[in-house]
Structures are given as C-alpha cells and as structure tokens.
C-alpha cells in the first residue's frame, strides 16, 4: 500500500467515526428529546393527582348529597308525566304559552335514568329566562340539552323558545344479597 492510499484509508476512517458520531449523537438527543417530553407528561399527572386528592374531600360530600337527595323513578311514564306537569304548571305562572310538547324516551345508563321533554313556548323574554331559572334548580336534577330562542315573528317584544329539558334519576340499585344468601347455604 502507498502512502496515498493509507491517507486515503485514514481519511475514510475518520470521516465514518465523524458520521457514526454525528449519527449516534442526533440518535441521543431524539431519545433524550422523548424523555423530557415523558417527564413533563408525568409532571402533570403528578400536579393534576394532587389537585385531585386536595379536592377529594368535596367531591366526596357532592356524591353524598347526590345519593341522599337524587330522586328515584318508580315507572317512566309516571316520572314522565309528573316532569311534564311540572313544567306546563312553571310555564302558567311564569306567564307562558306553550305552544308544543313532546315526551321523550327515557334513556338508562348505570349512572342515572334520564327522562326529557321538548316545549315550544311564548312569552317576553325576562319571563323565559325566569322560568329557565326557576327550573334549573340543583335540588330539581333538571337540566337543559336544547335551548334555542328566536324573536316572535307576529310580536316584536316576545321570543319562541324550543327547549328540551331532562331529568335525571338515580338508577335502580342491585344487592348481592341473594348471591350473599346462595353461597353461605
């Protein structure tokens, strides 16, 4: 071998260790990169959990007022007509017309039976939102899912209204009593 070619050889070399290098240094700084990202992500779960433990308390009395105080339906068409009853009597007093309604299915999930009434209603503005008011109570369980307002076309100083008001009510409560009972026997 010449000289010229072990310089050349020495060259090859050196540039490769100078490319590996750069190679593995941006391979380290990618995977440095990733870890602080995963160390800022856990950072602020860890803020987040003891945000939450600080409020455990509180959410703790909320569900206990929600268990002592959230109604239970004995039938749907029952709690159906008394929401319904409820709202036209609200509407009456608060000076309403009630131009439409509409009883809708009850939905269930474990958490809460829901039972809901569309109205189309008239009347002055104040009125509506002192209805909405009154209704939306959080000893009521009512809440709105659809709200929309529009000025009366045939009078200027009233509003249509179209709402959907649901109530929610605490689901049906299973034991494991009877399972309890079979397994002692």
Same mark, same amino acid.
């Given at each position: 071998?010449?000289?010229?070619?072990?310089?050349?050889?020495? /060259?090859?070399?050196?540039?490769?260790?100078?490319?590996?290098? *750069?190679?593995?240094?941006?391979?380290?700084?990618?995977?440095?990169?990733?870890?602080?990202?995963?160390?800022?992500? /856990?950072?602020?779960?860890?803020?987040?959990?003891?945000?939450?433990?600080?409020?455990?308390?509180?959410?703790?009395?909320?569900?206990?007022?929600?268990?002592?105080?959230?109604?239970?339906?004995?039938?749907?068409?029952?709690?159906?007509?008394?929401?319904?009853?409820?709202?036209?009597? *609200?509407?009456?007093?608060?000076?309403?017309?009630?131009?439409?309604?509409? /009883?809708?299915?009850?939905?269930?999930? #474990?958490?809460?039976?829901?039972?809901?009434?569309?109205?189309? /209603?008239?009347?002055?503005? #104040?009125?509506?939102?002192?209805?909405?008011?009154?209704?939306?109570?959080?000893?009521?369980?009512?809440?709105?899912?659809?709200?929309?307002?529009? #000025?009366?076309?045939?009078?200027? *100083?009233?509003?249509?209204?179209?709402?959907?008001?649901?109530?929610?009510?605490?689901?049906?409560?299973?034991?494991?009593?009877? *399972?309890?009972?079979?397994?002692?026997?």
């Amino acid at each position: 071998m010449t000289a010229g070619e072990r310089r050349m050889i020495s /060259l090859l070399v050196v540039l490769s260790a100078i490319s590996g290098g *750069a190679l593995m240094t941006q391979a380290l700084l990618g995977k440095q990169s990733a870890l602080n990202r995963r160390q800022q992500t /856990l950072e602020l779960r860890r803020v987040e959990s003891q945000a939450m433990l600080q409020e455990s308390a509180l959410w703790n009395a909320r569900i206990d007022w929600m268990n002592a105080n959230q109604p239970g339906m004995s039938s749907e068409n029952q709690a159906s007509q008394e929401l319904l009853e409820s709202l036209l009597a *609200a509407a009456a007093v608060g000076k309403l017309t009630v131009q439409k309604k509409q /009883l809708h299915e009850a939905v269930h999930t #474990p958490f809460y039976h829901e039972i809901g009434v569309t109205l189309s /209603l008239t009347g002055d503005l #104040p009125d509506v939102f002192r209805w909405l008011h009154g209704m939306l109570t959080p000893e009521s369980f009512h809440l709105v899912s659809v709200l929309k307002i529009m #000025p009366d076309a045939e009078n200027a *100083a009233q509003v249509s209204v179209t709402t959907r008001i649901n109530r929610r009510y605490a689901p049906a409560l299973t034991t494991n009593e009877p *399972a309890e009972q079979e397994a002692k026997s």
